[in-house]
Nanobody, 112 residues
């Protein structure tokens, strides 16, 4: 059993920044990739960014240059630094430990 707990969501103005954190516990294979997804109202869940155990990253085109994913393999945590936020970034953000463990989600709202 794996537990993932996200934190750091909230309300921010356009152009602002937020940092999301996710802590994994339980029966963890720390060599697995971890990632962040998001789901806006009425839309499908989509990949935002992922990072392998070795630190290789992959980003969705719509966040390249604005978001940075990082992880601490000793602590089993993954963070998402989000800069230059836009209203279109408003969504529930979910942490994922591959292959199929999900967190409960944290709301990010970008609005003036």
């Amino acid at each position: 059993q794996v537990q993932l707990v996200e934190s750091g969501g909230g309300l921010v103005q356009p152009g602002g920044s937020l940092r999301l954190s996710c802590a994994a516990s339980g029966s963890i294979f720390s060599i697995n990739a971890m990632g962040w997804y998001r789901q806006a109202p009425g839309k499908q869940r989509e990949l935002v960014a992922l990072i392998t155990f070795g630190g290789t990253t992959n980003y969705a085109d719509f966040v390249k240059g604005r978001f940075t994913i990082s992880r601490d393999n000793k602590k089993n945590t993954v963070d998402l630094q989000m800069n230059s936020l836009k209203p279109d970034d408003t969504a529930v953000y979910y942490c994922k430990l591959f292959p199929d463990s999900w967190g409960q989600g944290t709301q990010v709202t970008v609005s003036s």
